[in-house]
């Protein structure tokens, strides 16, 4: 009954829309950028290493990988790895991108309390993507399966909601990390003469909108949660046992 449920779709609604609203501002915004290179000539990769250099953070490398918009900073093996469009480019979008990842490696060397937060939370909030609805499901199934009795039955779709939650906790705590990233990157820019103040208001729609990605993510996640909730009180409270 969880599969095909119209509810689900009429809750979710606004998280979706707004889902897909922010990718497309992502998409248009950086594609906008890629087209006008910054006066300051330099690239993404080039600009990275400047900032991580003026932050005083050393050992961090810096390598090109594979894919459309798959920046990171990867925090266990120390490294920024940049797109191709990011790495070599040296377009406004690319420089935003390259300094919004170097801004999470001196979040990273500065032990920014959201970020370590949020990296302690990643193993529970990785398993509980994964597990917490098929979990949920299970306890719905078998409860109403009558394999279950309802007490067992509640007990199980609540520590699957539970887990859920732990999700939405991570993604909630994700907002700063990102947010100051974006703030920290725009700054750096500036400072260092790489983007100058007209140039930044391209970089930031660039960042703007790739925050608001984060956003609609944790938008859609609260709404499941409260979904899920929604649907466990048809397992009755505890005077009906
Ligand atoms: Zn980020």
């Known amino acids: ?20 609203w922010a990718q497309w501002r992502v998409s248009s915004a950086f594609s906008q950028a890629s087209r006008i290179p910054a006066r300051s000539g330099a690239s993404g990769a080039e600009a990275a290493v400047h900032l991580l250099s003026v932050a005083g953070v050393d050992r961090v490398g810096i390598e090109p990988t594979h894919g459309y918009l798959s920046d990171h900073y990867d925090p266990s093996d120390k490294v920024l790895r940049l797109s191709p469009d ?5 377009s406004l979008a690319a420089l935003g991108v390259a300094a919004h990842e170097a801004g999470h490696a001196i979040q990273d060397a500065q032990r920014y309390a959201p970020l370590v937060l949020r990296n302690i939370m990643v193993p529970v909030a990785a398993f509980g993507s994964q597990a917490a609805w098929l979990i949920i499901m299970l306890g719905f199934a078998l409860t109403f399966g009558r394999v279950l009795p309802p007490d067992i039955g509640r007990w199980v779709v609540y520590t699957g909601i539970g887990l859920f ?3 939405v906790v991570f993604q909630v705590v994700n907002l700063p990390v990102e947010f100051d990233a974006s703030r920290r990157a725009r700054i750096a820019l500036q ?14 729609k660039v960042l703007n909108a790739a925050a608001l990605t984060y956003v609609a993510a944790t938008l859609t996640a609260i709404l499941t949660l409260a979904y899920y909730l929604l649907r466990a009180t048809a397992l009755g409270g505890r005077d009906e046992s």
Do not use: H, K
Not at 195 to 204: I, K
């Open 1 to 20: 009954m969880l599969f095909f449920d119209p509810l689900y779709l009429l809750i979710l609604a606004p998280g979706i829309l707004l889902a897909l």
């Open 86 to 90: 990011v790495y070599r480019g040296r």
């Open 165 to 167: 939650a732990a999700v």
């Open 191 to 204: 400072e260092a003469g790489l983007v100058t103040p007209d140039e930044d208001q391209v970089v930031g």
